[in-house]
């Protein structure tokens, strides 16, 4: 029975597929596999906007919006139909074609990158065995989308966005990239699907995830920086500082165009927090044994839910950070900090045959000896020998 | 031959050419990306999953960013001076002549030789384990100088495009004068 | 006309397109990519002739591609640093006006 509950998607798709005549099989499967992803994250989306509302309200002490519906439920459909309703604008010295192109060359790759994901048990839509190469190779796409709608729109406040924005993707993305190589050293694959299936198995009641190791737990730091940085959430929102440079490459962009770039993110931050809990968060499998009857995709979303929040908690506590003080924290802090993981998960990894009494807790002090040292070292670097003192507010009497 | 291949190669060829003769350099970088997709996709056609991606990773995701941002720091983003193109119009033609000839050479010996009968053998299980493997054993000190040269070159690269320092100065009293987007931009990339 | 010989003069267009490329245009930037067009052309060759090969379980073709992607990543980075220090002293991308030796 639970079973049942688990698989209830990959039955459904495989009855569906009983339906079709034998050469249309094929193609069906694919676009079984493609339509549940293109309506769930969109609804996903629109969920995560009226949840980031309410969010951010409750943090800056207001209500959120709470007209629209109960409680301002319905509140995404009306922003869509007036997204959509919204004239499109495109400036006369735009790039018309490169203007009009822009918002479908995020979104595609955006998309893609959700195929290699396991949603739950068999509930991957391709199973590649690259697939975290794919990954990153799909996500690499979103740059030059964003290059592009900086560039066409011709204003300068769009392309000092643009470049804002790759210049810092460009640099978390090698953090990204070395955080996630600490999980597949070990786990001897590139396949999402065996990387969950790593994870998976418990003992003396802990599951055996990444992030219940050093590395782990420091890989899934610096990772979640990264992607904070990749997705450009706050405080990495530099790109598109409002206050800056008003929207960044999204300036002259509205109505439904807009709409899709303002999907795209969400999409991309939904699918890089996927890949964070694929990596470190055991994908699917349930935190304890005992709740293994509820169905894997059910934890899966839980903890995608649970991401999103952090990272509207996230936003907003934290203030925005500068160009200077982003890419000095990109390439002195978080850069170092990743390539030693490497080094400490190989530790990690090679001290398993330890076999004298507390071998384990020698091996946990050792790692985070070293990571602890790394972190005050660079931490200091960071400060480059200013003293900061203590803040003093003058306020207006 | 398959449509399928016909599409892709159509598109990568066609990027290319795009790339090599428009006049808008933004524009040419961005067919340059098109070309590189569709020789990924070749690569994917080919069997070589791992080299698809990377290729995607490498090309598109770092070496087309790096030609549109040199592109943006030198501010040739318009259009290439006309006094350039002028002048050489024969030895534009002479160039393209020789790229012909190198072209049709090359497809003659291709169409004529004895290729033809080739046929591709059954493709192996070819994991990323497997390449993994063989860099690690067989290919070793090949992936150590790749992994020297890279590092040298990261080093050259910055230390290339550092600026000097007294010039640096000077630069920003002229800058403040008439700041443009891209010159906003270079800035960004000295910080 | 078989597969093999589509991928091969697939690769020989690149090259030629590359290389009308890299001699017709001045600008430097372009050059560049010309020659990126033409490295990506031999990389078809590669792939084609090992998957076509008598021996595609050796993985020679592959590791030679990934090898060549490397250095052709490490090319343009050198390349278009260089091209940023001279267009600083030179004020310009143009090859022909960048014709004298002393600075």
């Known amino acids: 029975m639970g079973d049942a509950v688990d698989q209830v998607f990959v039955l459904l798709k495989h009855w569906l597929l009983g339906f079709c005549p034998g050469s249309l099989q094929p193609l069906a499967s694919i676009l079984l596999s493609i339509i549940p992803i293109l309506l769930t994250f969109p609804l996903l989306f629109a969920v995560t906007t009226i949840l980031e509302r309410k969010g951010l309200g409750r943090i800056q002490n207001r209500y959120g919006p709470n007209r629209v519906g109960p409680c301002g439920l319905f509140q995404p459909v009306a922003d869509g139909l007036k997204m959509i309703i919204k004239e499109d604008i495109v400036p006369r010295a735009a790039d018309k074609v490169v203007h009009f192109l822009a918002p479908l060359a995020l979104i595609g790759p955006v998309f893609l990158a959700f195929s290699v994901l396991p949603f739950g048990r068999n509930m991957a839509a391709i199973d590649l065995d690259a697939g975290l190469l794919f990954f990153f190779a799909v996500g690499a796409g979103s740059e030059l989308a964003v290059f592009m709608a900086g560039w066409s729109s011709r204003n300068k406040y769009s392309l000092l966005g643009a470049m804002r924005a790759i210049a810092q993707m460009v640099s978390y993305e090698v953090p990204l990239i070395l955080s996630s190589v600490t999980v597949v050293m070990l786990v001897g694959s590139l396949s999402p699907i065996k990387i969950v299936e790593a994870q998976s198995g418990y003992i003396a009641g802990l599951p055996q995830w990444h992030i219940f190791s050093p590395w782990g737990l420091a890989g899934f730091i610096l990772f979640m920086i990264a992607a904070a940085a990749e997705a450009n959430r706050t405080p990495f929102d530099i790109p598109e500082g409002e206050s800056e440079i008003i929207a960044g490459y999204l300036v002259e962009y509205s109505g439904f165009k807009f709409a899709l770039f303002f999907l795209g993110e969400y999409l991309g931050l939904f699918a890089i927090c996927g890949l964070g809990i694929t990596l470190f968060l055991g994908g699917w499998n349930a935190p304890f044994a005992f709740l293994q009857w509820i169905p894997s995709y059910a934890w899966f979303f839980a903890k995608l839910l649970a991401l999103i929040f952090l990272f509207i908690w996230m936003r907003g506590t934290l203030p925005r950070l500068r160009m200077d003080q982003l890419m000095g924290f990109a390439w002195r802090f978080v850069l170092p900090m990743t390539l030693l993981n490497i080094p400490v998960a190989a530790a990690w990894h090679y001290s398993r045959a330890w076999e004298f009494p507390a071998a384990d807790a020698c091996r946990w002090a050792m790692c985070l000896a070293i990571l602890a040292f790394a972190y005050v070292r660079l931490g200091r670097g960071l400060k480059q020998g200013r003293k900061y003192g203590k803040r003093i507010y003058r306020f207006a009497d | ?130 390449i993994g493997l063989q860099l690690m054993t067989g290919y070793v000190l090949p992936l150590e100088v790749i992994a020297l040269l890279l590092t040298a ?36 990339n000295d910080l | 006309m078989t597969t093999l010989q589509g991928y091969l003069i697939v690769s020989a267009l690149l090259f030629a397109v590359g290389l009308a490329g890299a001699l017709t245009r001045r600008n430097v930037i372009l050059v560049l990519v010309g020659i990126e067009l033409m490295l990506n052309s031999a990389n078809l060759n590669f792939i084609a002739f090992w998957r076509y090969g008598e021996h595609p379980e050796l993985l020679t073709g592959v590791m030679f591609v990934i090898f060549s992607i490397s250095i052709a990543a490490a090319e343009a980075a050198v390349g278009l640093a260089l091209i940023i220090a001279v267009y600083r002293h030179y004020k310009t991308t143009n090859l022909d006006q960048m014709d004298s030796l002393k600075g």
């Open chain 2, 1 to 130: 031959m398959e449509t399928g291949f016909l599409i892709i190669a159509g598109i990568t060829a066609v990027g290319a050419i795009a790339a090599m003769s428009l006049r808008n350099l933004v524009h040419c970088a961005l067919c340059l990306t098109v070309a590189f997709a569709g020789l990924a996709a070749l690569y994917l056609r080919l069997g070589a999953q791992f080299v698809g991606f990377a290729q995607i990773l490498v090309y598109i995701g770092a070496v087309a960013i790096l030609i549109v941002f040199a592109i943006l720091l030198t501010r040739s983003n318009e259009t290439e001076s006309e006094a350039g193109r002028g002048r050489g119009k024969w030895s534009s033609l002479a160039s393209v002549g020789v790229a012909f000839l190198v072209f049709s050479v090359l497809s003659i010996s291709v169409l004529s030789g004895s290729m033809a009968n080739r046929t591709a053998q059954d493709l192996p299980d070819i994991s990323v384990k497997e």
């Open chain 2, 153 to 188: 070159a990261l080093i050259g690269a910055v230390l290339i495009a550092m600026p000097e320092k007294s010039a640096a100065n000077g630069d920003a009293q002229t800058r403040v004068a008439h700041r443009s987007p891209t010159e906003a931009g270079e800035k960004l």
